[in-house]
């Protein structure tokens, strides 16, 4: 599956992609850079405004719960962060989907303290049971930003979480691991966040008959990932689909307009649909114009 370039978001016909040729390299890692910080300095503005708890959406009354959901609205969207980070990373996504019709849109806070992936998933599993109990769906989809990607992956491969996620989203998830920032390798979670972990380890033994679709948008400049192709989902018992994308890095996944494009697309159609076909398409090239406020960020490409 692949994403077009920025460029392409504007005009009606998508063309050719190619990557950046060597001496275009330098320039795109510049902007790449630029585009982190000032990112990183936005974000850092929200971020206190992020570590509250979501206040919850009021309950459905037991007769409307009692009702079908199917064809009536689309499932619950859960958003879960990263690591030391808050649900105030997902402000521009969840005001992209908000305003593509999404109703249904709530965040996870996972407390800074926590120091196992695994435990973190059952507080995961329990919320998405009240999300579920509470507005009357049977699913959710769940987007998650590096960390939070992982810690959904392993409810639904390890915990049955398959039977109540419909589809997963990751953004610079290290589903096999990532070698990065080894300073950082003296907190716990960073830990079974590498390579060859006993948790990442887990995540490669079978999974049969695993129910969730499996989409990761991963970053040839995400500096986090070390491999790069560590974001990617590989694994023979999962459906799953890798978007790459190239010239924006860690940071830039989750607010970037083309990224959010590409998971409102992911969001409305399912696993039966021909993704790279719509994503190629020209109903695609315009799919994310209205939220593309601005072009300096550099560009997507084919990955």
């Not at 510049?30 to 990183?40: G, N, T």
């Not at 948008?217 to 070390?226: G, K």
Request: hydrophobic share 45%; aromatic share 6%; net charge negative.
């Amino acid at each position: 599956m692949k994403i077009p370039p920025f460029s392409e978001l504007f005009s009606p016909f998508p063309s050719v992609v190619r990557r950046p040729a060597a001496w275009e390299l330098p320039v795109t890692l510049l902007r790449a850079s630029a585009l982190e910080l000032a990112i990183l300095a936005g974000h850092l503005v929200l971020y206190p405004g992020g570590i509250a708890k979501e206040r919850p959406a009021p309950e459905l009354p037991p007769e409307a719960a009692a009702l079908p959901t199917e064809g009536r609205s689309r499932p619950p969207v859960l958003l879960l962060h990263g690591f030391v980070d808050n649900r105030s990373v997902f402000v521009l996504l969840r005001r992209s989907l908000a305003r593509h019709g999404w109703r249904h849109l709530e965040s996870l806070n996972f407390s800074p303290l926590t120091s196992d992936i695994r435990l973190a998933a059952e507080v995961l599993g329990r919320h998405i049971e009240e999300i579920c109990a509470r507005t009357g769906h049977r699913e959710v989809d769940i987007v998650g930003h590096s960390l939070g990607g992982l810690i959904a992956r392993y409810y639904v491969q390890r915990l049955d979480g398959d039977t109540k996620v419909r589809t997963l989203v990751t953004m610079g998830t290290p589903h096999a691991g990532t070698a990065a920032v080894p300073l950082a390798s003296a907190h716990p979670v960073v830990r079974q966040m590498r390579p060859g972990s006993d948790l990442i380890e887990e995540l490669r033994e079978p999974a049969p008959g695993c129910r969730t679709r499996f989409v990761s948008f991963w970053s040839d400049l995400d500096q986090v990932m070390s491999p790069v192709g560590a974001a990617r989902v590989e694994h023979p018992d999962l459906v799953a689909e890798n978007v790459g994308v190239t010239g924006i890095g860690h940071l830039a996944l989750p607010v970037h307009p083309a990224v959010a494009a590409g998971i409102r697309y992911v969001l409305e159609h399912d696993g039966d649909d021909d993704l790279a076909g719509l994503i190629e398409s020209a109903e695609w090239a315009g799919s994310g114009a209205e939220d593309a406020e601005d072009q300096s960020g550099g560009a997507i490409s084919v990955a």
